[in-house]
């Protein structure tokens, strides 16, 4: 969970001042009511009697997606192994739960505002970090909380079964001396163009393996949509911004907008009375009224050696550098400017604005457009968003809502709860469509609030049960996958008459291309099939080549083994495989407790 916040953040101690439950309180406020992971009542999975949503499997399948880890086109093959994780997570939580592990509220608390992605540069933790990272995540506060707080208990669990664990010297030595070892081998690639013909598939075969891969050919359960969405964005978008109301927030970014200032201190107590003090700034503001540079008199009156060489530049500042006398002085002024007398604890001042640090007019107009547009449509969206909610509540239709709004009706051809993409897999929305008063009474869905700019209603158009299409239909699917299935062992078949011909000592006319020295750690771009078929190969004794071979989809490779090197002995290496043997170790005790559990368990999928 944490990976995927890291992912979409440039880099999580933290002060606590006012303690654990204020923090808690603010982090997390009145959304600790709402439960997004919650169950309702659409289950994929059962374990020992607790749900697993179908909500909780797409918001994973999401964020996976939305980071970039896994292409949208592998959907179905990721849904698979996150649902497997999921139940896998849920099995070790039961377990730590049940072993007493546990993490108090303060415990929680104080992991979340330590965690460097939630840090300012101030090393502070920031509460805007925090929302929008999860928001860029697909977490809620809550649902971030519930997810660290079994992440933590499940590292704990980890942790114990490691450090329960350890190797013998022999066992690290022999594994540093199979890491270190390196091979040098030929291998020749077949394909079906060394085939004499290629194989046809008969009719009984088609049906033998359409009925053996009967899963394969699952048309899931699948409707058609009408939906619309009202976008805040969009509006905006349409929206005619005035030059005056450009220039109205651009001057109005211009107080908080980070500035270079300049001052004249003047201190009072020990060498001069306030009185004195004030009366030496007068001085100085008669004659800068009568024309006189404001950095030559910082030379002549300031009291602050440090700045008054160069005009009293202090540089530029952001709000609260200087205290909030300062601050609302020099942030008060535009460029030019120059104050009335400023008291701080350290004098007196007149402060003056010589440059306002942000980007000119014309390089914030696209910016500010955008933002003023969104201003401009705020009470329109809102009123819209509560017609939308009215209007959809009793329509027949969508299309009367959709022109009584302005909006356009989008249609859908077959989707399933799955397969959806666009606005449709965002989270929530097909598990809207599939409710009982949407798909089975035909009801327009309740709004949908995507996001705090977005609201979107659907409606069922058409409905079909999920059912295994028939052979007729997936026939050119099923004559493929056979036709490669048979393509495979026939070139393996092939490729085992010409390694035993090989050991039996035949000549052989094959274009052997040499491979460079292999070694298990080197990115060599080589099939994995082909690296791990090389090193399960035997040692060649003498001048003998070891023959074998790998399958790699469609192609089958014949390698031959020529030597095997033991490598050379460095510390970093010896430093990884100890690091890696206990690894191992560890993932292998977490491995067999898994297995353990899962067959102590009561797992259900649906």
């Known amino acids: 969970m944490l990976q995927s916040i890291r992912d979409r953040s440039a880099s999580w101690g933290a002060k606590i001042i006012i303690g654990a ?41 999401q964020r996976a997606i939305r980071s970039g880890q896994v292409p949208p086109e592998q959907e179905r093959e990721l849904r698979a192994q996150m649902l497997d994780s999921l139940i896998s997570e849920r099995l070790l939580t039961q377990y730590a739960e049940q072993g007493g592990l546990h993490l108090s509220e303060s415990q929680i608390d104080q992991l979340i505002v330590n965690l460097p992605e939630f840090q300012d540069q ?24 519930d997810q660290l707080r079994a992440d933590m208990k499940r590292r704990q669990l980890q942790q114990g079964l490691a450090a329960s664990e350890f190797s013998l010297e022999s066992e690290e030595q022999r594994l540093a001396a199979l890491q270190r070892q390196t091979r040098q081998f030929r291998q020749h690639v077949l394909t079906a163009d060394d085939l004499e013909s290629r194989p046809e598939a008969s009719d009984e075969e088609l049906q033998a393996y359409y009925e053996s891969h009967a899963d394969d ?112 002085a020099a942030f008060s002024l535009s460029e030019g400017q120059v104050s009335n007398v400023v008291e701080t604890d350290n004098g007196l001042h007149l402060i003056k604005v010589t440059e306002l640090d942000r980007p000119s007019f014309e390089e914030s107009r696209d910016r500010l457009a955008r933002q003023v547009a969104r201003e401009q449509v705020s009470t329109a969206f809102d009123d819209r968003a509560q017609r939308l909610i009215d209007e959809s509540f009793a329509a027949e239709d969508l299309q009367s809502v959709a022109e009584y709004l302005g909006l356009e009706r989008q249609t859908t051809d077959w989707v399933s709860r799955d397969n959806a993409s666009g606005i449709l897999a965002e989270p929530g929305v097909m598990r ?20 705090e700019d977005r609201r979107m209603v659907l409606r069922v158009l058409d409905h079909r049960e999920a059912t295994t299409l028939p052979l007729e239909e997936v026939r050119s699917q099923v004559v493929d996958a056979v036709q490669a299935l048979k393509v495979r062992e ?61 399958v790699d989809g469609q192609r089958v490779v014949l390698i031959a083994l020529d030597e095997v090197s033991d490598g050379q002995v460095d510390e970093q290496s010896e430093a990884y495989v100890a690091r890696m043997a206990q690894q191992l170790r560890a993932q292998a005790a977490v491995n067999g407790l898994l297995g353990y559990l899962r067959e102590q368990a009561d797992i259900e999928r649906f």
Request: glycine content about 8%; charged content about 30%.
């Open 490 to 550: 026939a070139l393996t078949a092939e490729a085992d008459r010409r390694i035993e011909a090989l050991r039996s000592g035949e000549s052989s006319a094959i274009d052997w291309q040499p491979a460079e020295t292999l070694s298990r750690q080197d990115d060599t771009g080589l099939a994995q099939p082909v690296v791990d078929a090389v090193f399960r190969l035997p040692h060649p004794e003498g001048d003998e080549t070891v023959y074998g071979r790998a």
């Open 217 to 328: 050919y699952q048309r899931p359960e699948q409707v058609k949509l009408a939906y619309v969405v009202l976008d805040r964005e969009r509006m905006a978008e349409q929206e005619e911004v005035s030059e005056q109301a450009l220039r109205d927030a651009w001057n109005a970014e211009a107080a908080d907008a980070d500035r270079r200032v300049s001052h004249i201190m003047v201190d009072f107590g020990e060498q001069r009375t306030r009185e004195e003090a004030e009366a030496r700034l007068e001085e100085v503001q008669q004659r800068l009224a009568e024309g006189e540079s404001f950095a030559d008199l910082a030379a002549e009156y300031s009291d602050d050696t440090s700045t008054s060489g160069e005009g009293g530049d202090l540089g530029v500042i952001s709000r609260g550098f200087f205290g909030e006398a300062f601050d609302e």
């Open 432 to 451: 809207r469509a599939f409710t009982p008063d949407v798909l089975e009474e035909g009801f327009n869905s309740e709004v949908i609030e995507l996001d």
């Open 21 to 61: 439950v204020v923090v808690a309180m603010a982090l997390f406020g009145a959304e600790s009511l709402i439960g997004l992971l919650g169950n309702d009542g659409d289950d994929v999975a059962k374990v020992n009697g607790e749900s697993i949503s179908r909500q909780q499997l797409e918001l994973q399948v």
């Open 122 to 145: 101030d090393g502070n933790f920031s509460q805007e970090l925090f929302r929008n990272r999860l928001s860029s995540a697909g977490f809620t506060p809550l649902a971030f909380r």
